[in-house]
C-alpha cells in the first residue's frame, strides 16, 4: 500500500460540493486508487476506483492527475446522510505491502444542516 | 446488507481465554480479509486469503491466528490477548485474487473488549 494522507476532517453544508484530496507520492505504477465510505460502527463501503484521469458514477466523481502523486474525490450536493470517514486506499498486491497494510487515517466530513 | 456476515456483533473476553470470530461471505468470492480497527488509529489490514496467496501482515501478533477452511469462511482465532486488542474487527471479501485494487465487500464487524 502506498501511504496516504487526507485531511483529518472537513466540515460541509447540505447542497454543496464536498472535495477531499488524497496525496499519495510513491504511488506505483501498478497501483489503483480505491475511495471508501464509513459510517459509525459499520464496515467501510466502496464509492469509487480509478487509476488516471477521471471516473464518474452516481455518487461520487475521481479526479487524478497525470503524474497520479494524488487524487480528489468529489461528492456533489451532500446531504446529511453523507456524514461519515472516506478513506482513500492506493494500492495492487498486499504481498508488495509487506507489513504496512494500512488504510490511512480517513477523513471525516461533517454535514450541517 | 453487504452479503458478508460476521458473528458474535459483539465480544467481552478476558486475557486467559480463547475465543473465534468467524465471517462467511455468500457472494461467491475467492478473497477473504481480516482488519482490525482501533480507535484513532487507521484501519489496518491483518491477513488476506485468496486463490493466489495467503498475505499476514509482518506487525500482527501470534495470539491472532486465522484460519480460512474454503472460500467462503473465515475465522480468526483468539488467545491470550491483550487489553490493547480492543477494537472493531471487519471482515471483507472481494471477487478475485485478493488484490487491493479489487472492490472489497465488508461485514458489519464485530466489536471485541479485552478485558
Known amino acids: 500500500l502506498a501511504k496516504t494522507t487526507q485531511p483529518i476532517s472537513m466540515d460541509s453544508y447540505e447542497g454543496q460540493e464536498v472535495n477531499i484530496t488524497c496525496s499519495h507520492n510513491?504511488?506505483?505504477?501498478?497501483?489503483?486508487i480505491t475511495w471508501y465510505q464509513q459510517f459509525p460502527s459499520q464496515g467501510p463501503r466502496f464509492i469509487i476506483q480509478?487509476?488516471?484521469t477521471k471516473v464518474t458514477n452516481e455518487v461520487a466523481s475521481l479526479f487524478i492527475p497525470a503524474d497520479r502523486k494524488s487524487s480528489t474525490l468529489s461528492l456533489p450536493r451532500v446531504s446529511l446522510s453523507d456524514t461519515a470517514v472516506y478513506y482513500c486506499?492506493?494500492?495492487?498486491?498486499?504481498?508488495?505491502?509487506?507489513?504496512?497494510?494500512?488504510f490511512g487515517g480517513g477523513t471525516r466530513v461533517l454535514v450541517k444542516p | 446488507e453487504t452479503g458478508v456476515t460476521q458473528t458474535p456483533r459483539h465480544l467481552v473476553m478476558g486475557m486467559t481465554n480463547k475465543k473465534s470470530l468467524k465471517c462467511e461471505q455468500h457472494?461467491?468470492?475467492?478473497?477473504m480479509y481480516w482488519y482490525k480497527q482501533s480507535a484513532k488509529k487507521p484501519l489496518e489490514l491483518m491477513f488476506v486469503?485468496?486463490?493466489?496467496?495467503?498475505?499476514e501482515n509482518n506487525s500482527v501478533p501470534s495470539r491472532f491466528s486465522p484460519e480460512c477452511p474454503n472460500s467462503s469462511h473465515l475465522f480468526l482465532h483468539l488467545h491470550t490477548l491483550q487489553p490493547e486488542d480492543s477494537a472493531l474487527y471487519l471482515c471483507?471479501?472481494?471477487?478475485?485474487?485478493?488484490?487491493?485494487?479489487?472492490?472489497?465487500?465488508f461485514g458489519p464487524g464485530t466489536r471485541l473488549l479485552v478485558l
Open positions: 471483507a471479501s472481494s471477487p478475485g485474487g485478493g488484490r487491493l485494487r479489487e472492490t472489497q465487500y
Open positions: 510513491n504511488i506505483a505504477t501498478n497501483d489503483y
Open positions: 480509478g487509476y488516471k
Open positions: 486506499l492506493v494500492g495492487d498486491k498486499a504481498k508488495a505491502a509487506g507489513n504496512k497494510l494500512t
Open positions: 457472494l461467491g468470492h475467492n478473497a
Open positions: 486469503y485468496s486463490l493466489e496467496e495467503r498475505v
